[in-house]
């Protein structure tokens, strides 16, 4: 199947170029423009094809890599895996820039982790209880330290996930990593109009209560639970987001 030259590429608001070269090369796997076992373009064959940097050329290869679709050998260049999925799905933590995207993504976790720790109250291990307590206990002593207390608010989410029993919660999760934690995109505390300490504490008391349902095994309680933690981040954020003058985002 001849290729057919791809356009230089225009970024409009909220799309990186490296993002946008992502999606032209996924595009063209999938319609096997470029077919699995075969080599892709140099960087330099891609930089001219597509006018951009050999940074964002790097960048696009190493996100083709991550997903699946490629694989990089050293002096021999990039290859499409003949596993490659012509349609993967995929939630680019590395795109969270902006407030409507992360409010997006929790939008997601609110349907996905509700379940997830209503499935986690019923098949849940004392194990998987003693491994949330120790995230939990770890959030509590980051509260007056000087880090953000992200690893342990990911880690006690992640351990719901896999005590749900079911893989796909977990490898998600592990898939979009530390930066669904909205702190680390935003200055969470600030739209909350609390001090830092205050606002950490006031996350603790939510991830207790998700605890305390899920160690009782009480799955209803254990989804609402969880959905009230999410929502209060997603409604702040929404807040914040119209303050500033922006048109309101649809209510889901």
Known sequence: MPRTAPRPLNPKRSRSLTQMLVESMTARIGRREIRAGDKLPTESEIMAEYGVSRTVVREAISRLQAAGLV???QGVGTFVLRRARQ????VDPAELATIEEVIAVLELRIAIEAEAAALAAGRRSDAHL???RRALDAFARSIDAPDDAVNPDFEFHLQI???SGNPHFADLMRHLGT???PRTRLDTARFAREDRPEYLRR???EHEDIYAAIARRDGDAAR???RTHLSNSR???RRAHESAGTPPLSAH
């Open 235 to 237: 409604e702040r954020l």
């Open 179 to 181: 930066v669904i934690i």
């Open 87 to 90: 349609e993967p799905f995929r």
């Open 224 to 226: 609402a639970a969880m």
């Open 71 to 73: 694989e990089t050998r």
């Open 130 to 132: 003693a491994e949330m």
């Open 161 to 163: 996930a896999a005590a």
């Open 203 to 205: 996350v603790g008391r």
